[in-house]
Structure formats: structure tokens, C-alpha cells
């Protein structure tokens, strides 16, 4: 049991740091970060505990945190997603929700999910600094441009127009993994 404590010790020394990046790269808010990184810890021992062989500890904590980064934000519905939906062939609008499967479900739709999660990562970072803040603090975090206007002294017209440029890149930059998603 000491071996295995001494084991658990060396992997949260050697991984606290990646992880906490990790998280702190997709939620914005510390205390949720700190929040989720204990959480991820948590597992750990409890599987350890459990006696839970797994085989790849450090792919294992990255594949928690990115389960419990998805019910931080399902937890935290998005106020107006509905800027990034997308029109399917029908007419009917899809938002990015709907594209999103439950990770209950089977390997293959959560395989297709953390594709779409990576694909909205990568778009995410690829905007201007100013834009991808005021499109998570918006989104993601429900907070309104006037609260944010008031905490950063840019007015909200700059806001809404850095939000509108974010959403217009994210619909380009997502639309060929909507097309795949519902092309299967």
C-alpha cells in the first residue's frame, strides 16, 4: 500500500503542472480550474483504491479532465450559444450542443465528440487574444458585455464586435466538422 502511495505521490509531483495547464487552457475561471484538477486527483486514488489497473496513468488523468471540463460547462449552460448554430441542409438549426453526444454513449460517438471538442479547442485558440476572451466570458461563463465593459473599460460595441468576429470565424472553422458529423 506504501508502494502504491509513494506511486500516486510521483504522478501528481510529475503531472500537477501539464494538467493544470491543461484545464486552465479550456476553463477560464482559477477556482474552477483548482476545483477540477482535485477532482482529477481525486479519480486517481479512488481508482488506485479500487485497485483499477491503468495502464496509461498520464493519458488517463488528460481523458478525466477533459470528461469533467464537459460537465463543468454542462453544468454551466451556455447563455447564447445559438450565435455559433448552424443550418443543416434542411433548414434546421444545430447548435454546437446538439453535435456534442453524451460521454455515456458508445466508443464511437465519444470518439466523434472529442474530435469536435479538440476541433473547437484549436479554433478557440486560434482567434486574437481580445476576441477568444470575450467570446468565453460570454459564452461559456454567461456573463453579460455590459458586466464585462464595466471590468475591462472597452466599450460594448467593441465588445459585440469582437464577439461577432470570433462567432464568424468559429462557424468557418467548424463547418467542415459539422459536415462530417452529419454526413455519418
Known amino acids: 500500500m506504501i508502494e502504491q502511495d509513494l506511486h500516486i505521490s510521483e504522478v501528481l509531483a510529475e503531472e500537477r503542472s501539464r494538467l493544470r495547464n491543461f484545464i486552465r487552457k479550456r476553463v477560464p475561471n482559477e477556482a474552477d480550474v483548482e476545483d477540477l484538477l482535485q477532482e482529477v486527483f481525486y479519480e486517481l486514488v ?12 498520464t493519458g ?31 433548414g434546421e438549426l444545430l447548435e ?27 479554433a478557440l485558440d486560434e482567434l486574437p487574444a481580445e476576441q ?20 475591462t473599460g472597452v466599450g460594448v460595441n467593441t465588445l459585440l464586435a469582437r464577439k461577432r468576429y470570433a462567432v464568424l470565424h468559429l462557424r468557418k472553422r467548424l463547418q467542415n466538422i459539422h459536415d462530417e458529423f452529419t454526413r455519418k
Open 60 to 90: 488517463w488523468l488528460f481523458r478525466v479532465a477533459r470528461n469533467r471540463i464537459t460537465d463543468l460547462f454542462r453544468k454551466k449552460k451556455p447563455v447564447s450559444f445559438s450565435d455559433a448554430a448552424f443550418e443543416d441542409e434542411d
Open 132 to 151: 477568444r476572451e470575450v467570446f468565453v466570458a460570454h459564452e461559456f461563463e454567461g456573463r453579460s458585455f455590459k458586466e464585462l465593459s464595466a471590468e
Open 96 to 122: 454546437i450542443e446538439d453535435l456534442l453526444t453524451s460521454s455515456d454513449v458508445g466508443p464511437e460517438a465519444l470518439c466523434l465528440r472529442n474530435m469536435l471538442l479538440d476541433e473547437l479547442d484549436a
Open 46 to 57: 479512488e481508482a488506485n483504491r479500487l485497485l483499477m489497473p491503468i495502464e496509461y496513468v
